[in-house]
């Protein structure tokens, strides 16, 4: 709710509460649900792939969330006969750029696990934008072949001054740490939605018009159970073109 609040003061229009957000607010309240029943999933570190083909995806959380909520978009993935690692960062206070260290050498094991030169990187929210940070500023060798981000802040979110550390400092509006990120020269997809609580201003979200997918009504957590965002990543990383799921 106080997103949507901030939403409105940044657009210099009256607060108004309507169906849609009320649906978010449901959504986002399911989510935190689902997501905190599988916290103990992500209690520990995952064991890497030995199924799936193809290049294998390194599914990236937001450090301030953890690995459970990319439960279900993990289990829709490998259902797909993919290669998916669900990362776990560790705890503690670090900056962006010290989070997209630890990605580096995540990238690194997944890749020579699986015995690929490549992977393929699916972030959601801050995870995203550590994600970004490691394609744009630390992948000389260029190992990451797609990026996919869900609800990430590309040029950051107004809510950041709500979440304590030094991670999410940097993904304030006014950071230096994430200039140019969007910038991202590697095939990038950005799924996103107009009524994000946590991204202020919701277009923050977005790459830009040609490299984003719009999913009305999902929310922010909302996104990780929402079967139109998994379409749109699946299409991300496969190159295709984003269609609406089979009902």
């Not at 630390?138 to 979440?163: E, K, S, Y």
Request: glycine share 10%; net charge neutral; hydrophobic share 45%.
């Amino acid at each position: 709710m106080r997103g949507f609040v901030v939403h409105q003061v940044e657009r210099g229009e009256r607060v108004r509460w309507n169906g849609v957000r009320q649906a978010v607010l449901a959504r986002e309240t399911v989510s935190r649900i689902v997501f905190g029943l599988l916290a103990p999933v992500g209690w520990f570190p995952a064991p890497l792939p030995n199924e799936g083909t193809g290049i294998p995806v390194l599914l990236v959380p937001d450090p301030t969330i953890g690995r459970a909520s990319l439960s279900l978009l993990h289990v829709y993935l490998r259902q797909r006969g993919m290669m998916v690692w669900p990362y776990r960062f560790t705890r503690g206070d670090e900056s962006l750029a010290e989070r997209a260290g630890q990605l580096s050498e995540a990238v690194d094991r997944l890749a020579k696990h699986a015995g690929t030169k490549q992977v393929d990187i699916v972030g959601f929210g801050l995870g995203g934008l550590v994600a970004a940070y490691h394609v744009v500023r630390l992948d000389d060798a260029h190992r990451v072949r797609r990026l996919v981000t869900l609800g990430t802040p590309w040029r950051g979110t107004r809510m950041a001054v709500f979440v304590p550390g030094a991670l999410a400092m940097d993904a304030h509006v006014d950071s230096h740490a994430i200039d140019g990120l969007d910038q991202v020269k590697i095939p990038t997809l950005a799924v996103w939605c107009p009524e994000d609580p946590e991204v202020v201003p919701a277009e923050s979200a977005r790459v830009d018009e040609e490299r984003s997918v719009a999913v009305d009504g999902a929310g922010h957590r909302g996104l990780l159970v929402s079967a139109r965002a998994f379409h749109a990543v699946r299409a991300g990383l496969t190159d295709t073109a984003p269609t609406e799921p089979a009902a």
